[in-house]
């Protein structure tokens, strides 16, 4: 498929994050889902921002349903959207995962599936940040922390992205 077009990038910034440690460079990418199921609007960005900051995390970006792109933090830093996670052993292993990727959350539910104005726009974020970083994995956050996550779940369609 031709690299659709990446939307306009709306900023609509979140504090949790801290510093990247020095000497890592940022070669990961991590998938996440997200929605807000006490919210009257739960698919909204407002909503799912604002549960972002009552839990104190941040992915980088989200992705709203229409496919409108927002970024909570700049990728240089380190935002708070992993947790506790080891990427897949045996071939990587390593552990903090949030040190050395970046993390994309798309609004959804684990039964929702995601739009196709998503998928496009995931693709081309995704594209612009290959054309910054040497990245060399796409991660779903339930395959780096499987006991305690299950995003993006068994819904989204791997083959946009890898
Ligand atoms: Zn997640």
Redesign the pocket.
């Known amino acids: 498929m031709k690299n659709p077009a990446l939307p306009y990038i709306i900023h609509t910034p979140l504090k949790h994050y801290d510093t990247r440690p020095a000497e890592v460079s940022i070669d990961t990418i991590v998938i996440?889902?997200?929605y807000a199921p006490e919210s009257p609007t739960p698919f909204s960005a407002k909503a799912c921002h604002a549960l972002l900051d009552h839990y104190k995390v941040a992915a980088h970006y989200l992705i709203d349903r229409k496919g409108g792109v927002y970024e909570l933090v700049a990728p240089e830093h380190r935002a708070w959207?992993a947790g506790v996670s080891k990427m897949p052993s045996p071939s990587d292993g390593r552990t903090g995962v949030n040190d050395f990727s970046i993390g994309i959350e798309l609004i959804g539910s684990l039964t929702s599936g995601y739009t196709r104005k998503q998928y496009r726009s995931l693709v081309a974020l995704i594209t612009r940040i290959k054309e910054q970083y040497q990245i060399t994995a796409i991660v779903g956050?339930d395959e780096i922390a499987p006991e305690r996550?299950s995003?993006p779940g068994g819904m989204f369609e791997w083959g946009w992205v890898r």
């Open positions: 996440h889902s997200l959207h956050h996550k995003d």
